[in-house]
């Protein structure tokens, strides 16, 4: 099924990864429908029941990923009845079991979100992104998200002590360390694991849109040109567009119809339809708990 050419699928994810190639895709990138949200395109996925739902999903990633490839998962835990739901825990927990590693945790800080507060907490302002890998060795291509080191540079380097000439061993023990004195005369360094991204998309008719600098920071960190990058909850197609302008091969399967067409108008060439549309979830005429063909 995979060529050198970006496509997009309409679709049930859980149909139409059977008919990807196992161990031929080198990055996933995705954002499923979150617990209970946006019922008005989605249905929406009770937390109590969001592992059991997403678990054929990640069956079928398990396959169709490369063994030195990488799956980033952006997902929200919710807020139940006053208390966070464990539903992102739980599904991390599953998804080990299912054999995947959870080999890192990064942070969207949406660095534009507007203000509030509700009685018992302050509005959140962050999304997680989480690294599952299927071995210990996979590609990453740290070069490539390389940022300027920046001003601290000017006075923290300026006058190093004796111990920043040297390995400093953190104190507790942990094993790490630091040299300071490495760092001199350095442009560029290496970031961390928190992105600090605005919430502004380029798309705003998809209710869930993320910007074009999400998916395209970890398309550098994990393929290069000519690998394939999937998205298998596409949306309006972010993840395939980026991928597309940056020379990689995107797949993307969205659900909606609505969306497709908005992805299919965004992609100029080598467009794929596979199914017709089925919604997750509740059945938004029929109030049922089914997945259902329009």
């Known amino acids: 099924m ?32 979150y617990a209970d949200s946006r019922k008005n395109t989605y249905g929406g996925i009770h937390p109590d029941k969001y592992v059991e739902w997403f678990l054929p999903f990640s069956g ?13 998962l952006n997902i929200k835990e919710k807020v139940v009845d006053g208390e966070k739901h464990t539903y992102v825990l739980d599904l991390i927990k599953e998804l080990r079991k299912q054999g995947w590693l959870w080999t890192e ?21 962050w999304e997680r992104l989480l690294q599952f890998n299927k071995s210990k060795k996979f590609n990453m291509y740290q070069d490539e998200v390389m940022v300027p080191v920046g001003d601290w540079a000017k006075t923290r380097l300026k006058n190093l002590s004796e111990t920043d000439k ?64 999937l998205d298998p909850f596409m949306g ?9 302008k940056m020379l990689r091969v995107g797949i993307g399967i969205e659900i909606i119809d609505e969306y497709y067409r908005l992805a299919e108008s965004q992609l100029t060439q080598n467009l794929f339809v596979a199914e017709p549309e ?3 979830g509740k059945d938004r005429n029929k109030k049922t708990n089914k997945l259902h063909r329009k």
């Not at 309409?10 to 429908?33: A, H």
């Not at 309006?236 to 597309?244: F, P, R």
Request: with cysteine; charged share 25%; glycine share 6%.
């Open 2 to 33: 995979i060529d050198n050419k970006s496509k997009i699928l309409l679709g049930d994810s859980n149909e139409l990864l059977k008919e990807i190639e196992s161990n031929s895709v080198d990055l996933i990138f995705t954002s499923p429908p």
């Open 60 to 72: 079928q990633l398990f396959r169709v990923l490369k063994n030195d490839g990488t799956f980033v």
């Open 105 to 125: 945790e990064f942070i969207w800080h949406k660095k534009n979100s507007f203000p509030g507060k509700w009685p018992n907490r302050f509005r959140d302002s």
């Open 166 to 229: 040297k390995r400093d061993n953190a104190k507790n023990g942990s094993g790490f360390g630091k040299n300071i004195s490495n760092w001199v005369s350095r442009d560029m360094v290496y970031p961390n694991n928190v992105l600090h991204l605005a919430t502004e998309c380029n798309n705003k008719n998809h209710s869930a849109a993320f910007p074009d600098e999400l998916p395209e920071w970890f398309i550098k960190l994990f393929t290069k040109e000519g690998d394939v990058v």
């Open 236 to 244: 309006s197609g972010t993840t395939v567009i980026v991928a597309q």
């Open 278 to 280: 089925i919604i997750y």
